[in-house]
C-alpha cells in the first residue's frame, strides 16, 4: 500500500506522516506499505523545518534526507491511499487528482472511520465514508511559527490517528508490483529510536 500525505508546505506535518509511515513499515515487517509526501504550496527542495524533524525523532523516525515537494497529479494518481492534513487540502486534492476522490480523506477523517466502522481497506473507508455523522472539523492545525510543545502535540495528534490507522489497512491491501522503486526503510542505520508501541501506550496513560 502506497500512502501519499499532503499539507502546504512538506516541510512539517505530511513529513511528520510520511517518515512515521516509512517506521512503522520497519517496525513491523510491513515491506509492501511505502509512503511520500508533497505540499500544495511546497517549499519546494527545503529540507523538514527543524522543530518538525525533533518530532520526527521523537516518534522513533528518521527525518533526515527529506527534500520539500510539490503536489503533482502523477503522486496522485500512484497512490493507494491519499491523506491530507485538513479537509480545504483534501478537497484541493480530489480538484488535481480527477477520479481519485473514493481513496482521497483527511488523517483525521480516515481514522474516524476505521475506527468507528473497521474498515479495514481504503474501499471500505470509502463505502463508508457517507454513512457517518461528521462532528466538528477534522483538520491537524500548521505549527509553523509555533513553540517545540506545540510541534510535539501535532507529531502526537497524527501518530495518534495514524499508527492505528496503517496497522488496520495495510495487512489487507495489495502490495505493489515489485518493479516499483519507491523506498519503505528510514530508520538509521544504527539508531534506536523508542518502539512506536512504547510511544502509543504511553499516549493511553495520559
Known amino acids: 500500500m502506497h500512502v501519499l500525505f499532503v499539507c502546504n508546505g512538506n516541510v512539517c506535518r505530511s513529513a511528520i506522516a510520511e517518515r512515521l509511515t516509512r517506521a512503522v513499515a520497519v517496525e513491523h515487517g510491513l515491506h509492501?506499505?511505502?509512503?511520500?509526501?508533497?505540499?500544495?504550496?511546497a517549499l519546494v527542495g527545503f529540507p523538514v523545518e527543524p522543530l518538525a524533524a525533533q518530532a520526527i525523532t521523537g516518534l522513533g523516525a528518521d527525518p533526515s534526507n527529506f527534500r520539500a515537494r510539490r503536489l503533482t497529479s502523477e503522486m496522485i494518481d500512484k497512490a493507494d491511499l491519499v491523506l491530507a492534513?485538513?479537509?480545504?487540502?483534501?478537497?484541493q486534492t480530489i480538484e488535481m487528482g480527477l477520479g481519485r476522490g473514493p481513496r482521497t480523506f483527511t488523517l483525521l477523517e480516515a481514522q474516524r472511520i476505521?475506527?468507528?466502522t473497521g474498515a479495514r481497506t481504503v474501499s471500505e473507508l470509502h463505502q463508508a465514508r457517507n454513512d457517518l455523522s461528521l462532528v466538528g472539523r477534522e483538520?491537524?492545525?500548521?505549527?509553523?511559527?509555533?513553540?517545540?510543545?506545540a510541534f510535539c502535540e501535532v507529531g502526537?495528534?497524527?501518530?495518534?490517528?495514524l499508527v492505528p490507522l496503517l496497522l488496520a489497512l495495510a495487512p489487507h491491501e495489495q502490495p505493489r508490483s515489485r518493479n516499483d522503486n519507491r523506498s519503505g526503510l528510514v530508520i538509521r542505520?544504527?539508531?534506536?529510536?523508542?518502539?512506536l508501541a512504547t510511544f502509543l501506550a504511553a499516549q493511553r496513560t495520559r
Do not use: K
Open 32 to 41: 509492501h506499505l511505502t509512503a511520500e509526501s508533497a505540499g500544495t504550496r
Open 114 to 116: 476505521a475506527h468507528v
Open 139 to 149: 483538520n491537524i492545525a500548521d505549527p509553523v511559527g509555533l513553540s517545540a510543545q
Open 189 to 195: 542505520p544504527g539508531a534506536t529510536p523508542a518502539p
Open 85 to 91: 492534513m485538513t479537509e480545504q487540502i483534501r478537497d
Open 156 to 161: 502526537d495528534s497524527i501518530a495518534e490517528a
